[in-house]
């Protein structure tokens, strides 16, 4: 258990439609990344928080949101869902912004219809 | 894109065997050069990483050799075993003040009995 949790763990949603997922970074952890995993497909960084602010941003769809709240978790809102969109989401976090090591949540896998 | 290629996609090695999985990478900026195990159906998590400062690293039955000049860096599973079969990723950070990773697309590696 990396102390990383995600909300939900599975999520099944129609096309058009909006959906929020959520992350509880590790105690102590200021930084919060979020990844997309397709099927057969690598990590796609899509963006960074550290303390709540945006640090980086990756390769995220502008239907896409994030941000990190006072306490420090985080949302990611995906919205006008399209099938493509289908894939798992992590969640990481780190002490820092720097080379600090990611300790990565479970996942949250979106199913679009 | 800073892109990171990696090789093979996928991977069988008899138990005892070594399996090899390279990456190249492109940006010579990228100074943090992790790897990481994933099981299915959980998070990757942080094996083993290496800082371009040194050609090699080795942790129990994983070693990463690291070629500057060459902008490649590989892991070294030596005496796979079954308990080893996971899909790895290598990545490349770009420390910059903020932590920006570039996965690789993934081996899966199989250790058959």
């Known amino acids: 258990d990396s102390g990383v949790t995600q909300t939900p763990k599975h999520l099944i949603t129609a096309t058009g439609q909006r959906v929020t997922l959520r992350c509880s970074p590790r105690s102590g952890d200021l930084s919060v990344y979020w990844y997309q995993q397709s099927l057969d497909q690598g990590l796609q960084f899509l963006i960074q928080y550290y303390n709540g602010e945006e640090r980086a941003k990756g390769n995220i769809l502008e239907r896409f949101s994030a941000q990190q709240f006072p306490d420090l978790h985080s949302e990611l809102n995906l919205s006008s869902l399209e099938l493509g969109d289908s894939a798992l989401y992590f969640c990481?976090?780190?002490?820092?912004?720097?080379?600090?090591?990611?300790?990565f949540g479970p996942g949250t896998r979106l199913t679009v219809l | 894109q800073q892109q990171v290629k990696q090789s093979p996609q996928s991977l069988i090695v008899q138990k005892g065997g070594i399996s090899i999985i390279n990456c190249a990478y492109e940006n010579t900026a990228f100074d943090y050069f992790p790897w990481y195990q994933q099981f299915p159906g959980k998070g990757p998590a942080l094996l083993i990483a290496?800082?371009?400062?040194?050609s090699e690293k080795k942790e129990g039955r994983f070693t990463i050799s690291f070629n500057k000049s060459a902008k490649q860096f590989s892991l070294h599973i030596m005496d796979s075993q079954p308990g080893d079969s996971a899909t790895y990723f290598c990545?490349?950070?770009?420390?910059?003040?903020?932590?920006?990773?570039?996965f690789g697309t993934g081996t899966k590696l199989q250790v058959i009995p």
């Open positions: 290496i800082r371009p400062d040194v």
């Open positions: 990481a976090s780190s002490v820092d912004g720097g080379r600090g090591e990611q300790f």
């Open positions: 990545a490349a950070i770009y420390s910059g003040g903020y932590q920006k990773v570039t």
